[in-house]
C-alpha cells in the first residue's frame, strides 16, 4: 500500500522534511525544483516510519479523548483503534467488519456497555495468553481474575492467584503478553530481584520495549 502524503510545501529550503502532523497526516516540505517523482519515491523508502509515525498519533489521540460515543469515534483493541457504528440491527455489542457496534438501544448506558464488552475481551485473550505463557515456561498457576484496577496492569497474588485490569485488551497483544509475563515470574520471584529480571527477559527479550509502551501510554488506565 502506498502511503498518502497530504499536502507537499516547496519553499527554499534545501533538505526535504517529511513530517507526520497533530492528525496524523504527511506532510512533506521540500526545495522549490524538488520533482514530485522523487518526493513519491523518498515516501515509499520511508514507508515504515511513516506508518509507525502515524499510528502512535492516532493511539494516543484516542486515548486522551473523552468518550463521546457517537459514530465515526476511535476505540481501541489489542492495540488497532476501531470505529464505532451505533446500529439498529444489533442486539449486542460486537466487533464486525472492522467496527464496533453499539445496537441504538443501548446508547443511553453505552460506556457501560462498552466497558462490559472490553472486560469479556479482556477475559477470554489474557486466559489464553496466560495458559499459553503458563505452558512455555512450565510455571503453575491458581487462577486468572479481570479487574476494574484503574491503577495497575496487573498483580500477582499468594499462591499464584494472577489480576489483570480489563483495560489492558486496549493494548497490543505484544504487550498484553509482557503483562502476562510479568505477573508469571512472579510466581517463582515475588520481588523485582535481578534474578526475577533475569527469568522476564528469558521468556520475553525485547519486555523493555513493551513495558515503555505501557509507560507512554498509562493514561490508557483512565480511558471510559
Ligand atoms: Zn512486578
Not at 505477573?183 to 520495549?209: G, N, Q
Amino acid at each position: 500500500m502506498s502511503i498518502e502524503i497530504h499536502e507537499i510545501i516547496r519553499s527554499k529550503r534545501k533538505t526535504i522534511a517529511l513530517v507526520v502532523t497533530a492528525d496524523a497526516k504527511l506532510v512533506v516540505r521540500a526545495p522549490l525544483n524538488t520533482p514530485t517523482d522523487y518526493i513519491k519515491s523518498l515516501v515509499q523508502k520511508k514507508k515504515k516510519w511513516i506508518t509507525e509515525k502515524q499510528q502512535a498519533i492516532v493511539l494516543r489521540n484516542e486515548i486522551h479523548k473523552e468518550k463521546q460515543f457517537v459514530n465515526g469515534e476511535g476505540f481501541l483493541y489489542l492495540g488497532d483503534s476501531y470505529k464505532l457504528e451505533i446500529s439498529k440491527d444489533e442486539q449486542q455489542v460486537i466487533l464486525k467488519h472492522g467496527r464496533l457496534i453499539l445496537p441504538e438501544t443501548e446508547l443511553r448506558t453505552a460506556g457501560e456497555k462498552i466497558r462490559r464488552w472490553y472486560k469479556n475481551e479482556a477475559k477470554r485473550v489474557i486466559q489464553e495468553r496466560v495458559k499459553y505463557y503458563s505452558q512455555l515456561t512450565g510455571i503453575k498457576y491458581k487462577s486468572v481474575k479481570i479487574t476494574d484496577a484503574k491503577r495497575r496492569w496487573g498483580s500477582c497474588g499468594p499462591k499464584g492467584s494472577l489480576n489483570f485490569t480489563w483495560r489492558l485488551v486496549m493494548a497490543p497483544l505484544r504487550v498484553i503478553d509482557y503483562v502476562v509475563v510479568h505477573e508469571l515470574a512472579h510466581i517463582e520471584f515475588a520481588d523485582h530481584s535481578k534474578e526475577y529480571w533475569v527469568r522476564v527477559r528469558t521468556i520475553m527479550p525485547d519486555f523493555e520495549k513493551q513495558r515503555k509502551w505501557l509507560e507512554e501510554n498509562q493514561k490508557l488506565l483512565d480511558v471510559i
